[in-house]
């Protein structure tokens, strides 16, 4: 069974660039049936898709939030990142990271999310 | 404003079945059979429930079932047990992006 991990600063300041790793075990990153995704949820509201990869380096993302997101992946490590860049208050949130049936979303397996507060 | 509308609540008592609705558009429900439903313990990740309309995942309970008239969606669970109580959201593919939307969250409440 796939287990994910988020890792990354739990403080950002406006205007700067949220970074967040995902280490997957459990399985391969480079799985050709598999997706890896962003998911955020703001403290007490609803959840938000943000973007979608697979490891061949197809990626999909939010049309809210693509000018502002750059998603990677590392098989070495067998993780995949999320930048977010120009952040404010607006952006805080849990982010999860996640596997994903199909391009689209869809997500098994999940991180057990990361609270990131924007915030100088 | 979320893309599909969910009840904000709905309560049931031990045993008894609930269904939760997900009301959408041509453009998303109604225009493809990729909906997918999630369980949401409060601090805990969302668990995948149903998917492609009516699909259970391995390992999730077959009181949980998916279906789909026109443009709303529906998740039933039959014999409410206490662990049920979260928050449920329901997603869709839609038209106007690659990714799926979520409606806004239902809170069940088992009495």
């Known amino acids: 069974q796939l287990q994910l991990q988020e890792s990354g600063p739990g403080l950002v300041k406006p205007s700067e660039t949220l970074s967040l790793t995902c280490t997957v075990s459990?399985?391969?990153?480079?799985?050709?049936?598999?997706?890896w995704g962003w998911v955020r949820q703001p403290p007490g509201k609803g959840l938000e898709w943000i973007a979608t990869?697979?490891?061949?380096?197809?990626?999909y993302y939010s049309p809210s939030l693509k000018s502002r997101v750059t998603l990677s992946v590392d098989t070495s490590k067998n993780q995949f990142s999320l930048k977010l860049s120009s952040v404010t208050a607006a952006d805080t949130a849990v982010y999860y990271c996640?596997?994903?049936?199909?391009?689209?979303?869809?997500?098994?397996?999940w991180g057990q999310g990361t609270l990131v507060t924007v915030s100088s | 404003q979320s893309a599909l509308t969910q009840p904000a609540s709905v309560s049931g008592s031990p045993g008894q079945s609930i269904t939760i609705s997900c009301t959408g558009t041509?453009?998303?429900?109604?225009?493809?059979?990729?909906v997918s439903w999630y369980q949401q313990h409060p601090g805990k990740a969302p668990k995948l429930m149903i998917y492609?309309?009516?699909n259970r995942p391995s390992g999730v309970s077959n009181r949980f079932s998916g279906s789909k008239s026109g443009n709303t969606a529906s998740l039933t669970i039959s014999g409410l047990q206490a662990e049920d109580e979260a928050d449920y959201y329901c997603?869709?593919?839609?038209?106007?992006?690659?990714?799926?939307?979520f409606g806004g969250g239902t809170k069940l409440t088992v009495l």
């Open positions: 996640a596997s994903c049936r199909d391009y689209y979303g869809s997500g098994t397996y």
């Open positions: 459990g399985g391969s990153i480079s799985s050709s049936s598999l997706y």
């Open positions: 990869m697979h490891y061949s380096g197809s990626t």
């Open positions: 041509s453009s998303d429900v109604g225009g493809y059979n990729y």
């Open positions: 492609n309309v009516s």
């Open positions: 997603s869709s593919l839609t038209s106007s992006s690659t990714l799926e939307v």
